[in-house]
């Protein structure tokens, strides 16, 4: 096998030479499989290099992966020290021009401070332009207040999406795209006072998080020290309140004086004119406006932003215990002492209304190739929503899940030639109990799943007919397929649900075409041989005993028909059609029990009868016309009885048409004709 390891490798010249080496076919066959041999030994070598450089492949990729992680925290190690070095710098000029500006006054003073903050400012200001690319902004007058690196997050499974730098500054945050030469490219930019920070909790995968709510949606970053996530937060906070804490550092305006006096004098006269115990009394209305506002719990207030939290975090259950208990609040809760009651309210309705929809995400994602993993994934959201009241969202919902694994599931074990009704039907019955022990308070659903039931037992009927019940399926299969289904869509009676009526139905109009194609084509059949209207020789008694045993097992005993070691006292075609016509009444009796194909079937088997019982010998033919009246009575008077009683027990129902049959033939038959002899008659005396 070198030969193909040659880069010259000619196919027609390897085959000329290995034609004249081979001497004869089996020769040929034998170098034919070791060529074969030789061709699945490559193909395994070469799936065993693929995976061996595959595996290679994922272990490199993990390494540069490494590398970029630590080519990245030098990265920001090195930021970090030049910010240090910047600041040390900027500290050494502000220390010289405070020595220079010792003689000037305190407002002289203050503008030299003040200097200091424009100098940090405008370092800022050109370290942004100078390294982010596409940013067009104009920072002038803007007062810088923290950079940093972080790792922005997936929503759902908080996989790291990219690297991001942040700039923040008093009414803008820029966050930039790091990229793999360490440069920035600006990505958008905010204004602090529409975003909302949010402190994730740590968690087993993810820690040092915060969630940034923005215009644009909700957004996961991940600091690298959970003393940069506190900073961060303190920051984005600081820029929220900038202007407040700038406006405080003004004072507060000067009260009216005539208001103040008239207030002083009033207080003052009502504190000469009553006793301390007045006073004491009095006091606590005073500070009623005051508890008025106080009133509402702290963790009412911050009641909507931990549901979000709980949420980001796919803490469900304890986001919607959260609400209840809101919910129950509002319910008992004196609405005059919380002002902020209907604010709280709706932003938890908004919650509500969100953590619903993931709820009805995770549960329509859940499903799966296997049923039982898909229901056991699906336990969890379809348990919260049942417990938030949304029975046919999530009815609805779960019924779609189901159906596409059904589905999926049937492709496969057809793929695979693998008995796809028992599957079907235990799968729907797995699905109609979890179903049922899932909306039990809820009798309503169930009409949801008789609904669903209905449509995918069409589905499965359509698939049964197309793959299985085709046009030239013999009634042996067509039986078969028909008792695979029925027997275990039985089950479902067992939970109130009985589809056996409604299976008949959909494959009755399928069924009665097949039943009449196979009847055309028995009655065809019947006759095509040619009779010679002779016993049955056997050839060796082994044969005559295997044959006796065959038809002992279908029914019928034709012992006393058997004549010395090998011969039977029947025609051929009468044996093969006594085998076949026992084995067809059994198949038919199967079909039977569907009241709706009992007719037709009677048909098939009375018509298929009659035609074997009117073969006549062609009447150039010498033979004995007793042997062939001993072939039709041994049909009417064996062979019938059997057939009837055995379609009986099999089906539970009694066929008419044989037995109106059988009395009609019985009364027709008469007593063996004498046979013809020839009589010799001569002119002698």
């Known amino acids: 096998m070198k030969e193909f390891d040659d880069f010259n ?125 596409g940013f067009n902004g104009n920072l002038e007058g803007k007062t810088f207040l923290n950079e940093g690196a972080l790792i922005e997050l997936d929503g759902n499974d908080y996989r790291p999406i990219q690297r991001v730098f942040f700039f923040l500054f008093n009414d803008v945050l820029i966050v930039c795209k790091v990229k793999h030469d360490k440069r920035l490219d600006f990505l958008t930019e905010y204004d602090p006072k529409k975003i909302a920070v949010i402190n994730i909790k740590d968690l087993d995968g993810v820690k040092n998080a915060i969630n940034i709510i923005t215009p644009d949606g909700s957004k996961i970053y991940q600091s690298i020290t959970a003393a940069g996530k506190t900073e ?83 803490h ?82 779960l019924l779609k899940v189901c159906a596409v694994s059904l589905r999926v ?99 009755r109009t399928t069924l009665e075409s097949l039943i009449e194609e196979s009847r055309q084509r028995l009655l065809d059949s019947v006759g095509r041989t040619e009779e010679i209207w002779q016993p049955y020789n056997l050839q060796t008694k082994t044969n005559l005993k295997r044959l006796l045993l065959e038809l002992d097992a279908l029914g019928i005993d034709v012992r006393g028909q058997a004549t010395g070691d090998t011969w039977l006292n029947l025609t051929q075609s009468t044996v093969v059609f006594i085998r076949h016509f026992l084995q067809l009444t059994e198949h038919c009796a199967c079909l039977a029990k569907c009241e709706t194909l009992v007719q037709k079937l009677e048909y098939l088997l009375r018509d298929l009868f009659l035609a074997q019982h009117s073969l006549k010998p062609p009447s150039d033919m010498a033979v004995d016309p007793n042997f062939v009246m001993k072939n039709k009575i041994f049909l009417v008077d064996n062979l019938l009885p059997i057939a009837i009683d055995k379609f009986r027990q099999i089906s539970g129902r009694q066929c008419e048409n044989l037995r109106e049959l059988h009395t009609k033939l019985s009364r027709k038959q008469g007593a063996p004709l004498p046979r013809q002899r020839s009589v010799y008659t001569t002119d002698v005396f």
């Open 409 to 507: 599931a049937q492709r496969e074990a057809r793929r695979n030639n693998a008995e796809i009704s028992e599957l079907f039907f235990c799968d729907l019955t797995q699905v109609a109990c979890d179903f049922l022990a899932a909306f039990e308070q809820q009798p309503a659903c169930v009409s949801a799943l008789v609904v669903w039931c209905n449509a995918e037992l069409q589905y499965f009927a359509s698939q049964l007919i197309k793959h299985y019940l085709t046009k030239g399926t013999t009634l042996e299969a067509v039986a078969k397929c028909v008792e695979r289904v029925r027997k275990p869509s039985t089950k479902l009676t067992e939970i109130g649900l009985d589809i056996s009526y409604h299976l008949e139905g959909l494959l």
């Open 316 to 397: 469900f259950e304890d986001a919607q215990a959260l609400i209840k208990r809101t919910q129950d609040f509002f319910l008992t809760a004196n609405r005059k002492k919380l002002p902020q009651a209907a604010n709280i309210e709706s932003k938890v309705k908004q919650q509500e209304i969100k953590l619903i929809n993931v709820l009805l995400k995770e549960l329509s994602n859940s499903h799966n190739r296997n049923l039982q993993i898909a229901l056991r994934a699906a336990k969890r959201p379809l348990k919260i929503l049942v417990e938030m009241g949304r029975y046919r969202q999530a009815s609805s919902t």
């Open 9 to 133: 490798f000619s196919v027609e010249k390897y085959t000329k030479e290995l034609t004249r080496e081979c001497v004869g076919g089996s020769d040929l066959q034998q170098r034919k499989k070791e060529i074969e041999a030789y061709n699945e030994q490559t193909s395994a070598t070469l799936k065993q290099t693929c995976k061996k450089n595959y595996m290679e492949f994922i272990q490199t990729a993990k390494e540069i992966s490494h590398l970029e992680s630590e080519m990245y925290q030098l990265s920001h190690i090195l930021i970090e020290q030049r910010n240090i070095l910047a600041s040390m710098t900027d500290g050494k000029t502000a220390t010289q021009l405070k020595a220079d500006s010792t003689e000037v006054d305190s407002s002289s003073g203050a503008t030299a401070g003040g200097g200091g903050d424009d100098l940090e400012n405008s370092h800022a200001t050109r370290a942004v332009k100078e390294m982010v690319q």
């Open 232 to 314: 961060w937060i303190e920051k984005l906070e600081e820029a929220f309140r900038f202007d407040q804490q700038k406006k405080s550092k003004k004072g507060q305006a000067p009260q009216p004086p005539n208001r103040a006096k008239g207030a002083a004098n009033q207080q003052q006269a009502k504190s000469t004119s009553t006793t301390p115990e007045k006073q004491a009394s009095i006091s606590p209305q005073h500070t009623e406006p005051k508890s008025l506002e106080d009133e509402t719990p702290e963790w009412l207030g911050t009641a909507s932003e931990e549901i979000q939290t709980l949420v980001a975090q796919r």
